[in-house]
């Protein structure tokens, strides 16, 4: 069977993205030699070596697809869409033609996947200035609050009081690893602290400014702080365009508000030091990166500044015919 050989230290990482990837094969037992580890994919992964062995499979249950099959209608199954997994949460996007059947789809996945014990359906868009959601209940234990494990943190988080996305692991890992000891940083909207936490357990900067507009956010920050024992991050309740002016130059800006990230540019551009770098999101159009582009480039020149763009990548998918991108920006 066809798999990928990795160094043990970067197995989790590396499963991780091959989960979000969707090019992990689930269903069969992961293994280890003592210096690596032994994961089932579908395909051929770049950057990654490949081998061909023999994988154990796992013990057979009912998967999630048969225990569709045996509630819904056979034309429906295959409408039922992949879901979030938060802690021990599962989140899923019913569409309208399924409503009739959620709580049965609630049910088949909570007995499908023994680890979750709460399964919620999204009630509707992002609402308002926190960007939360109203959640159905679905199946399991009627709450929203939950622990979720991600690079060795724990994140508490309450899916009905803040904004929290696990599809991001891969990419606050990629930040993390670009911080020097030492560094300012300012992550303009936090959340309950994902990459303001991963940053100031892994890279040592001086200091995380860990900014949020919605006060629940900043509670449940100030929660992750102590259960993950970190000690360099300040958090403050606020507007993020009022409370950066009050800050020292940040040798690194995050910006993951990526509907609205681009009103903030000017703030950032203004509050980098010199050789600093800003991690901009956006979520853009397929086919229409350049514009984007062309914004940050306008910002910039307004500023007198000309804006290096160092990398540019989707980081994953937001709509049939968008994404979410990220732009690495220096300023000279």
Not at 187 to 215: S, T, W
Not at 225 to 253: F, S, Y
């Amino acid at each position: 069977m066809k798999g990928v050989r990795v160094p043990r230290a970067q197995g989790e990482h590396i499963r991780l993205r091959l989960l979000e990837e969707g090019v992990l094969r689930t269903g069969y037992r992961i293994f280890a030699d003592d210096g690596h580890l032994y994961m089932p994919v579908f395909e051929d992964v770049e950057g990654l070596e490949m081998v061909d062995v023999e994988f154990e499979p796992l013990p057979r249950e009912r998967t999630y697809r048969e225990q569709l099959k045996s509630v819904l209608p056979e034309a429906l199954v295959d409408e039922v869409h992949t879901f979030d997994a938060i802690g021990d949460i599962a989140v899923l996007d019913i569409q309208d033609e399924l409503l009739p059947f959620a709580q049965d789809i609630g049910a088949a996945l909570l007995a499908s996947h023994k680890h979750f014990n709460v399964v919620l359906g999204k009630g509707g868009a992002l609402e308002g200035d926190y960007r939360t959601r109203r959640f159905i209940h679905l199946a399991g234990e009627e709450r929203t609050y939950t622990v979720h494990k991600e690079h060795g943190l724990e994140l508490e988080v309450d899916l009905a009081k803040v904004f929290f996305s696990p599809r991001l692991a891969t990419e606050r890992k990629r930040v993390a690893e670009q911080v020097r000891e030492g560094e300012v940083v300012i992550d303009m909207f936090c959340g309950v602290g994902p990459f303001a936490l991963f940053i100031a357990k892994r890279a040592h900067p001086e200091i995380v400014y860990a900014i949020d507009l919605n006060p629940d956010a900043i509670d449940l920050l100030n929660a992750n702080i102590l259960r993950n024992k970190v000690t360099c991050i300040e958090p403050l309740c606020g507007d993020a365009a009022e409370m950066v002016r009050k800050l020292p130059a940040a040798d690194r800006i995050v910006m993951n508000l990526p509907h609205e990230a681009h009103a903030f540019l000017d703030t950032a551009f203004d509050a980098l030091a010199p050789e600093g770098t800003i991690h901009y999101y956006a979520i853009v159009n397929d086919g229409q990166e350049e514009m984007h582009e062309q914004v940050i480039n306008e910002k910039a020149e307004a500023k007198g500044k000309r804006a290096i763009i160092r990398n540019t990548r989707r980081v994953k998918p937001y709509a049939p015919l968008s994404h979410m991108r990220v732009y690495d920006i220096k300023l000279v």
